[in-house]
Protein backbone atom coordinates (compact mmCIF):
# COMPACT_ATOMS: atom_id res chain seq x y z
CA UNK A 1 0.00 0.00 0.00
CA UNK A 2 1.17 3.24 -0.82
CA UNK A 3 1.17 5.69 2.02
CA UNK A 4 -2.69 7.71 2.68
CA UNK A 5 -4.05 5.41 0.06
CA UNK A 6 -7.23 3.19 1.09
CA UNK A 7 -7.16 -0.82 1.03
CA UNK A 8 -9.55 -1.67 -2.10
CA UNK A 9 -7.67 1.24 -4.15
CA UNK A 10 -4.33 -0.51 -3.39
CA UNK A 11 -5.71 -4.33 -4.26
CA UNK A 12 -6.97 -2.79 -7.55
CA UNK A 13 -4.14 -1.05 -8.36
CA UNK A 14 -1.74 -4.05 -7.29
CA UNK A 15 -3.49 -6.28 -9.58
CA UNK A 16 -3.41 -4.25 -12.27
CA UNK A 17 0.20 -3.54 -12.35
CA UNK A 18 1.37 -7.11 -11.74
CA UNK A 19 -0.90 -9.24 -13.68
CA UNK A 20 -2.59 -6.43 -15.86
CA UNK A 21 -6.14 -7.21 -14.84
CA UNK A 22 -9.26 -4.98 -13.36
CA UNK A 23 -10.90 -6.76 -10.47
CA UNK A 24 -13.75 -5.28 -8.60
CA UNK A 25 -13.34 -5.98 -4.83
CA UNK A 26 -16.70 -7.48 -3.16
CA UNK A 27 -17.64 -7.99 0.39
CA UNK A 28 -15.58 -7.46 3.65
CA UNK A 29 -12.40 -7.91 4.21
CA UNK A 30 -10.38 -10.26 6.93
CA UNK A 31 -7.08 -8.45 8.33
CA UNK A 32 -4.11 -11.35 9.61
CA UNK A 33 -1.48 -9.44 11.45
CA UNK A 34 1.69 -11.33 10.91
CA UNK A 35 5.00 -11.38 12.78
CA UNK A 36 7.66 -13.19 11.78
CA UNK A 37 11.36 -14.07 11.29
CA UNK A 38 13.12 -14.09 8.17
CA UNK A 39 16.99 -14.44 7.44
CA UNK A 40 17.65 -13.80 11.27
CA UNK A 41 15.25 -10.83 10.38
CA UNK A 42 11.78 -10.03 12.59
CA UNK A 43 9.24 -8.63 10.28
CA UNK A 44 5.78 -7.63 10.33
CA UNK A 45 3.37 -7.34 8.03
CA UNK A 46 -0.71 -6.82 8.19
CA UNK A 47 -2.79 -8.62 5.38
CA UNK A 48 -5.85 -7.95 4.05
CA UNK A 49 -7.77 -10.44 2.39
CA UNK A 50 -11.40 -9.98 0.34
CA UNK A 51 -13.00 -11.64 -2.68
CA UNK A 52 -12.58 -10.31 -5.51
CA UNK A 53 -14.37 -10.60 -8.94
CA UNK A 54 -11.50 -11.59 -12.24
CA UNK A 55 -12.98 -10.96 -15.42
CA UNK A 56 -14.36 -14.05 -16.51
CA UNK A 57 -11.88 -14.86 -19.20
CA UNK A 58 -8.75 -14.23 -16.70
CA UNK A 59 -6.51 -16.94 -15.56
CA UNK A 60 -9.10 -19.15 -14.33
CA UNK A 61 -7.94 -22.26 -16.22
CA UNK A 62 -4.11 -21.27 -16.42
CA UNK A 63 -2.20 -23.80 -14.56
CA UNK A 64 0.96 -21.01 -14.14
CA UNK A 65 0.48 -17.02 -14.25
CA UNK A 66 3.49 -15.05 -15.29
CA UNK A 67 4.13 -11.85 -13.89
CA UNK A 68 6.73 -9.49 -13.64
CA UNK A 69 8.23 -7.85 -10.43
CA UNK A 70 8.77 -3.38 -9.80
CA UNK A 71 12.34 -4.51 -10.90
CA UNK A 72 11.30 -6.24 -14.24
CA UNK A 73 12.17 -9.65 -12.53
CA UNK A 74 9.43 -12.52 -14.34
CA UNK A 75 7.92 -14.52 -11.57
CA UNK A 76 4.94 -17.78 -11.61
CA UNK A 77 1.86 -17.83 -9.41
CA UNK A 78 0.33 -21.40 -9.90
CA UNK A 79 -3.49 -21.65 -8.43
CA UNK A 80 -3.65 -24.46 -5.75
CA UNK A 81 -6.36 -26.30 -4.10
CA UNK A 82 -6.43 -25.67 -0.11
CA UNK A 83 -6.14 -28.99 0.25
CA UNK A 84 -2.91 -29.59 -1.24
CA UNK A 85 -1.51 -26.75 1.17
CA UNK A 86 0.69 -26.80 4.15
CA UNK A 87 1.94 -30.69 2.90
CA UNK A 88 4.39 -31.58 1.41
CA UNK A 89 6.48 -28.35 0.78
CA UNK A 90 3.45 -26.15 0.26
CA UNK A 91 3.16 -23.80 2.84
CA UNK A 92 0.53 -21.07 3.17
CA UNK A 93 1.43 -18.23 5.06
CA UNK A 94 0.51 -16.58 7.61
CA UNK A 95 -0.18 -18.96 10.21
CA UNK A 96 -4.39 -19.30 10.28
CA UNK A 97 -5.02 -18.55 6.41
CA UNK A 98 -5.32 -21.77 5.07
CA UNK A 99 -8.48 -22.53 7.69
CA UNK A 100 -10.07 -18.84 6.66
CA UNK A 101 -10.09 -19.65 2.60
CA UNK A 102 -11.33 -23.35 3.53
CA UNK A 103 -14.42 -21.80 5.52
CA UNK A 104 -15.14 -19.04 3.24
CA UNK A 105 -15.13 -21.27 0.46
CA UNK A 106 -17.28 -24.27 1.36
CA UNK A 107 -19.70 -25.17 -0.45
Known amino acids: ?23 EVIG ?6 NIYTHENMLGHEVVIISDVLLPSDTYLDDEVIEYFE ?13 ERLDCGGLELYPSGLK ?9
Open 1 to 23: MEFGEAWPKALTREFHEELGVQV
Open 28 to 33: KPIFME
Open 70 to 82: DNGEKCRAHWFDT
Open 99 to 107: TILQDRFKT
